[in-house]
């Protein structure tokens, strides 16, 4: 043939990719897993000519008490565990909805993509801002203007809330938080479901109709099946999405990840990893590939569980 | 007999009307529903426009106006000085579009040798590629901070984009489509001595041209919101990209923070995007159904 002449052609057009992919993809994963079992590995040391002994010293050194990784593992699976549920539910719900609406559907469906396009850090700035309590004195009494989140709960009877200013609790940055990202997170999900829904079949539901079959167990005997496939994709990219939570939480937080004034850290763990680049490199690869193995673990977790539910 | 008729039909009429009720309850909540959560979706970013339009007394006022009642524009010159958001605009801009370019170069040669060439090992090497795709990238940044340090590419353009110039995903993407187009012209194209190269050219580009334009938004778009990345790697100001520019520039939490020029920073930063959402939403759309990937 033709083509047999110039098998090294195709080498040809991959060349630049390969090249690159040596050098920021092949080696990363080998020189990752290399320094995360070099006790106490510091980029500057091994350039300086130190040599590190092999050692489970940096994975030790996480899992210490002081290292702040506990908190940036709870802080990381409480909002995954709070956000995938919720942003899932809602999206369905709003996917749902908009599939049974004639008018006006497909502004809307333009709507809810909005938050996609955006920049997660500028948002996040709006968001606290409108979380923000403008002059707050210190014994928390009285403020300047308390901040439209709470002037809008105020028109509903609620006390205000000191959400993300000095003092504030950490379940209120937490909800704060958990708002934010179920807000960013909808329009993927959104988009995948509606675009599952509007892909169903409609012979299903013209017979349901003529069995008379009440609404909600369409939903939950035609829909949800049907719609499995889309589901378990929604929930386990959001998985995956939420462990790798931090630009958000920098925007509203900014990059010291606490809120002014408190005690409690926000940070994540990909948080956790950056802190440590820079400094100790050893002990940043050692948090990411205990980052890794859970994402792995989840994700197989997930892929079985919709495996056994889903219909296909 | 005449009288169980009419007793039917009128049963069945108020049936039919009652369902006609229901219907309408149901739209009712359905509109109701979709109404508040669209509002909810909308109002940060009504919140930042009018926000980044108001006097810094008019935005401190314990009820806040829903409309500014002076408009300050002046807000806008303060943001850019402020952020310095003209520098770090021109620098986001080189990024994005030298990183797109050179991108595409390489996604399109890979892709086209992936779906078209033969070579040895070409699905094992395919299927290694897409394995990687598992991995979170922060296990790449580690190694790739250390590597560019000993590159000596700290503070550069070029640490900013060689290291995202491939992507798997975006090979995955065009190879797809390539695969799509039908091998008759290819082996057409052979028999009247059309080359490889001129073949991809004149052939599988312009065939696949909604693919490439929906790389190009991601990649610009991964450029305009890149923040980790270029805080990482850069020691001087002058070197970061917008977003770091927006973050780095108000961080003062303490609730005396001028909130308006904030606002107006990140509406200038969040703007291009709504164009790019307006006018390329369906590429965006298209791309993102087939991947999940954000920016």
Redo the contacts between chains.
């Keep these: 043939m ?3 002449k ?2 090294w ?3 040809l ?2 060349a ?2 390969i090249v ?2 040596l ?3 092949v ?3 080998i ?2 897993l290399r ?1 995360a079992f070099l006790d106490g590995y510091n ?1 500057l040391g091994e ?1 300086g000519g130190e040599t590190y002994s092999f050692g489970i010293k940096n994975f030790t050194d996480v899992l210490d008490e002081y290292s702040g990784f506990k908190e940036a593992l709870v802080n990381t699976l409480l909002l995954t565990v709070l956000t995938v549920p919720l942003s899932t539910f ?1 999206a369905l ?2 996917a749902v ?2 599939n ?2 004639k008018p ?1 559907q497909r502004f ?1 469906q ?14 996040g ?3 606290e ?2 979380f ?5 004195s210190p014994d928390a009494v009285t403020a ?3 901040g ?1 989140i709470n ?1 809008i709960l105020g028109l509903f009877g609620a006390d205000p809330v000191n959400w993300i ?2 003092n504030s609790s950490y379940w209120a940055n937490m909800t704060v938080m958990v708002i934010y990202i179920v ?1 960013n997170a ?1 329009p ?1 999900k959104i ?2 479901l509606l ?1 599952g829904l509007q892909s169903i079949n409609k012979q299903y539901y013209d017979a349901a109709k003529v069995d008379s079959t009440p609404r909600a167990r369409v939903f939950t005997k035609i829909t949800v099946p049907l719609l499995s496939p889309m589901l378990a ?1 929604v929930v386990i ?1 959001g998985f ?2 939420g ?2 939570e ?2 958000s939480i ?2 509203i ?3 010291d990840m606490k ?2 004034g408190t005690d409690h850290s926000l940070n994540t763990m ?1 948080g956790y ?2 802190d440590a ?2 400094s100790n ?1 050893g002990r ?2 050692a948090a ?2 205990i ?2 193995v859970i ?2 673990v989840v ?1 197989m977790i997930n892929l079985y569980v919709s495996k056994k539910k889903t219909h296909y | 007999m005449t009288n169980q008729v009419t007793l039917q039909e009128k049963n069945l009429q108020t049936v039919s009307a009652k369902q006609r009720v229901v219907k309408i309850i149901v739209q009712v909540l359905l509109y109701t529903f979709l109404g508040v959560m669209a509002l909810i979706i909308v109002f940060p970013f009504y919140w930042m426009i009018i926000s980044s339009l108001k006097s810094t007394v008019e935005y401190r006022l314990p009820v806040p106006t829903l409309f500014p009642r002076e408009i300050m524009w002046g807000n806008y010159v303060e943001a850019f000085s402020a952020a310095n958001l003209g520098r770090l605009f021109i620098n986001t801009v080189i990024v994005g579009v030298v990183s797109t370019l050179l991108s595409l170069v390489i996604t399109i040669l890979s892709a086209f040798a992936f779906a078209r060439l033969e070579f040895k090992g070409k699905n094992a090497l395919f299927a290694a590629l897409l394995a990687t795709m598992m991995i979170p990238g922060e296990l790449f940044t580690i190694t790739n901070y250390i590597t560019v340090n000993n590159f000596g590419w700290i503070d550069t353009y070029t640490v900013l984009i060689v290291p995202f110039l491939v992507s798997i995903f975006y090979i995955y993407l065009l190879r797809q489509n390539f695969m799509q187009i039908p091998n008759e012209l290819y082996l057409a194209a052979k028999v009247d001595g059309t080359g490889d190269f001129k073949y991809l050219c004149k052939v599988m580009i312009p065939l696949s041209l909604p693919t490439l334009i929906s790389i190009t938004i991601l990649k610009m778009m991964g450029a305009w919101n890149s923040y980790v990345w270029p805080r990482l790697v850069t020691k001087s100001e002058e070197m970061r990209l917008i977003t770091n520019g927006l973050r780095d520039a108000f961080t003062d939490m303490s609730g005396q923070a001028n909130i308006p020029v904030q606002m107006a920073a990140v509406a200038v930063v969040s703007f291009p995007l709504f164009l790019v959402f307006i006018f390329l939403r369906k590429y965006i759309m298209k791309g993102v159904s087939r991947s999940g990937i954000k920016g």
């Design positions: 033709v083509e047999s110039h098998k052609k195709a080498w057009y991959l630049p990719a690159l992919l050098i920021f993809t080696w990363p994963i020189n990752t320094i980029m350039v809602l719900l709003i909805c908009l049974s609406i006006l809307l333009t709507v809810f993509f909005l938050p996609y396009v955006t920049n997660s850090i500028a948002i700035m709006v968001f801002a409108m923000n309590i403008i002059g707050l300047e203007s308390w439209i002037n200013n000095l807000w909808l993927f988009l995948i675009g994709y990219t995956i999405g462990f790798k931090y630009s920098v925007g937080f900014g990059d809120a002014v990909v990893i950056y680049l820079g490199e940043a690869s990411a590939l980052l890794f994402i792995f994700t």
